[in-house]
Every structure is written in structure tokens, then in C-alpha cells.
């Protein structure tokens, strides 16, 4: 009988030990709703069991309580456009030659867990080789290593790889190399299909890799860089486009915006989404000129001190670099082309493309909010729904992630201050938890 009396405690001991109360805060649920205050979440486990008040939620006695007085209360960011397997470099040619036998153990994890400790609990990788991709996934999943929850599209599809980078580029040729391809992708267990310069494939090639995709229960993520990119996608059927395109054209011209406008009318699709990508853009020239914040340690969470010193080595010459050589030609369209697509009545996602020179896992996801609610005059709300309920319903898990729900894994952070009136607090996110596990 002491032996079970024994046994009991330890399992009431074990259980309180898991539960945690979040108590005070702002809620910011992820639904689009007004704010919950004084708010209380009560965590069992990796779900969150009870949402709601001071005043309507009784705190389990042991319980852990972790106090968010004066925060904002939020789901889990999603960053649905990085890239793990570079991390600010300048030269890919270089780093794509010298750092691929670290990209699984070194770079591709560490990247991971700066966007965890960002507060992006889930993000989109769109772009890496595939063993890598999955086994970084996988790792994360099992508890392994730290990390964002990734969802992978491992290798991107298109026409003729550009050479040094067949390792996470698969070129295609003729109807059956495509369903062939993307067959090996979903058998592989990859989340997404990552497809690009679609405007050079003939239309079959094009629609095989859309329909096996389809086949397969993966979704299809597009370039948006040329209008036939656009066209062509929407055509095929592709579910989401990716930047902000047509370099320095100062608008999409009006076939675009009529088929985009045609695809947004057929309600039996659902929404289109689109990550429109801009804050690399926008943010290069204050970068270039300052860039006192590529000082910033965040970024070196996981590589060696020789990695650190050859990315920085990297980028000596901001103004010298031939990425971002036409980039303020561009940043005056970006606004224009951002509201075109939101009166066309596209749903906006919150991407980055994480990891292109000078742009880090550690402060991409919050530049992304802050140059969409501070220079473009989008509605807070709408930018935080973009990076939260938007992203898991888009990847099919929002019964799962998204949004701070009863029943829902806990991906929940929280920052001091009111990020609807301050978004950019989000750069200094105080609390992270995922799957009901406290990182920050």
C-alpha cells in the first residue's frame, strides 16, 4: 500500500511539475479578435488546456506560474519563407562549396534554433538539400535538438539548376522527369513542393509537377518574380507565390492583377497566399549605411567562431555587393506592389527569405512585421494573423498550432509592452515556449 501511495505522489508530483500557468497578460489569440486582458493559459503537458481570465480561470494548485504581467501574449511566429542551409553569407558560390558537409550538423540546426529563439516557433524551409532537410526536421520533432517546428520542401524544382547547386536544385526534363521528381520528393516525406522559374517549362512539364504534387497531398510554393511566372503559375494551380517581383518595374501590370484577381474570385479555391519577401529589400540601404545590429550575437548562436568570422569577412563591403545592386531601384515599388496584391484581395503571409547576405534567422521574422505595419501602413492585426493563424492553416495543421487554443500544442511567446501599437518590441521576445517546453 506505501508503494502505491508512493507511486501515486510521484505521479501527481510529475503531473503539476508539467503545468504551467501563464498569468496576466494581453492575449493576442491569433483569431483577429479584440485582445483578451488579464489573461490566464494554463498549460498540462505539450497542449494548452484552459484559456481564459483572472476571473474565470482558477490556477491548479503546484502549478508553475510564470507571470506575463504587462505583455503582449501571443501564438507562436511562423517565418513561412527561410532558408537553414545559409545564414547571411554574401558569396553563395563560396558557401555553397565549402559548407555543405556541415549544413546537417551544424548550419541547418543552428539556424533552426535562432528562430526559435526569436520567438519563430514554426517555420517554412524552402530550399535545402533533402536528406539534410529531413533529418533536421525529424531531429527537431523528436525532441533531439532545439528548433523551430520545420516544414520542409527540401530541393526546389525547376528547369536547369544553376551549376555548383544540383545538391538542392533539381533541374527537369519532359512530363515524366517531372512527376518523377516530385514523386521522389513526396516519398522522401518532404511538406511542400518548392517550384521556381516555372516561365521556363513548357506548360505540360509545368502542370505534371503541380498535379503529381497534388497527388501527393503536398502543396505547391512558387516564384513570383516575372509576370509569366505569376501567370503561369496560377494557371497550373499553384496554392502560394513567394516576393515581391518584377525587379524594379514600379507595379505588376494589369494581366497580372487580372489573373491574380480571377484566381481571388473563385472562392471553391480558398484564399491565394503570398509571401511577399520585402524586408531585405527595404532595409539594405539603412543596413549598407549602418548595420551597427550585424553585431548583434544573436546570429552566432551555434557556429564556430571561424564560421562567424567568415560570414562577416563576407560582407566587409556592404556597399560593394552584387545581390543588392539594383535593390534601390526596387524599394520604391515594393509598397505598390504589396497593396496591389491586398485590393486584389491576396492573402499576405509573413516570409522572409531568411538567411540571403546580411539577413539573419535571429532578427529577419520582426524586420518583416515592422516594414509592414511602420512603413507601409499595414493593420497590426492583420501582419500578426499573417505570421500565425494564416501560416498553420496554409500547412494544414491549425488544429494543431496557429493560435492560442484549448486542445492546440502551447507555441505561445510573450514580450513586455503592447506589440499592436509597438510591433518592433518583437525584437526582443522575453518568453518562448513550444509543445509546452520554456527555451527563453
Known sequence: MKKLLFVLFLGTVSLQAQVKALVGGTL?????????????????????????????????????????????????????????????????AYWDKTYLPLLENTIMPSSAEQLLMAGVTSARDLGAPLEESISVRDRINKGEIPGATLYVSGPFIQKKPYPGTEAFRWGINGVDDARKKVKRLADAGVD?????????????????????AH??????????????????????????????????????????????????????????FWCPTVEGLYNYEYVRDNGEHLDNDSWHRGLHDTIVTDIKNSFIHKDRLPYFQLTPARKPTL????????????????????GIPMKFHSQSTWNELDVWVNEFGIDPMYAIRGATYWPSLWMGVADEVGTVT???FADIIAVKGDVLRHISLLQNVDIVIKHGKQYK
Open 406 to 408: 484549448e486542445g492546440k
Open 335 to 354: 509598397e505598390t506592389k504589396i497593396k496591389q496584391l491586398i485590393d486584389a484581395g491576396v492573402v499576405l503571409m509573413i516570409g522572409t527569405d531568411s
Open 28 to 92: 493576442i489569440d491569433g483569431y483577429g479578435s479584440t485582445p483578451i486582458q488579464n489573461s490566464v493559459i494554463i498549460i498540462e503537458g505539450d497542449k494548452i488546456k484552459t484559456v481564459g481570465t483572472i476571473d474565470t480561470v482558477k490556477i491548479p494548485a503546484g502549478a508553475e506560474v510564470i507571470s506575463t504581467e504587462g505583455m503582449s501574449v501571443l501564438p507562436g511566429l511562423w517565418d513561412m519563407h527561410v532558408h537553414t542551409m545559409i545564414n547571411g553569407h554574401a558569396d553563395y
Open 192 to 212: 511542400c513542393i518548392k517550384l521556381i522559374d516555372q516561365d521556363q517549362m513548357t506548360e505540360a512539364e509545368l502542370q505534371a509537377v503541380v498535379d503529381e
Open 215 to 272: 497527388k501527393h497531398n503536398l502543396k505547391v510554393v512558387a516564384h513570383g518574380h516575372r509576370p509569366m511566372e505569376i501567370i503561369s503559375g496560377l494557371k497550373a494551380g499553384a496554392d502560394c507565390f513567394e516576393h515581391t517581383g518584377l525587379s524594379s518595374a514600379p507595379r505588376y501590370p494589369d494581366n497580372v492583377m487580372d489573373a491574380i484577381r480571377s484566381r481571388t474570385a473563385q472562392m471553391n479555391l480558398g484564399p491565394l
